[in-house]
């Protein structure tokens, strides 16, 4: 079980409002549920068209102390017929 208080997988992604895709809307809750990511802080940015999600899930990076929170990227895999079949993460290189 996660413990949020002392969890230290924490990362940022962010969620275009131009995103034109249906099911992508569709499928985001099986997507939070499947990476078990829980949101701690939503914040619409108008500068960058996007909703901006801070998150833990057992699926980001354990932070090193003082590290700087990392941003994530969520990928989506659909099967042959377009339906959601996978999800991962991968940590954005700054």
């Known amino acids: 079980m ?3 208080r002392t969890n230290r997988r924490v990362g940022f ?3 275009s409002d131009l995103y ?13 549920a499947h990476l078990r990511i829980v949101p701690t802080r ?3 940015l108008y500068e960058r068209a996007a909703f901006e999600y801070r998150a833990y899930s057992p ?9 700087k929170i990392p941003v994530y990227d969520v990928i989506i ?4 017929h377009g339906e959601f079949d ?3 993460v991968r940590r954005r290189i700054e």
């Open 2 to 4: 996660m413990n949020l």
């Open 13 to 15: 992604f962010y969620v």
């Open 20 to 32: 034109n895709d249906e099911k992508f809307f569709d499928d985001f809750p099986v997507v939070l």
């Open 42 to 44: 939503v914040e619409y």
């Open 59 to 67: 699926f980001f990076d354990e932070l090193k102390n003082g590290e």
């Open 77 to 80: 895999i659909r099967d042959e």
């Open 86 to 88: 996978n999800a991962t």
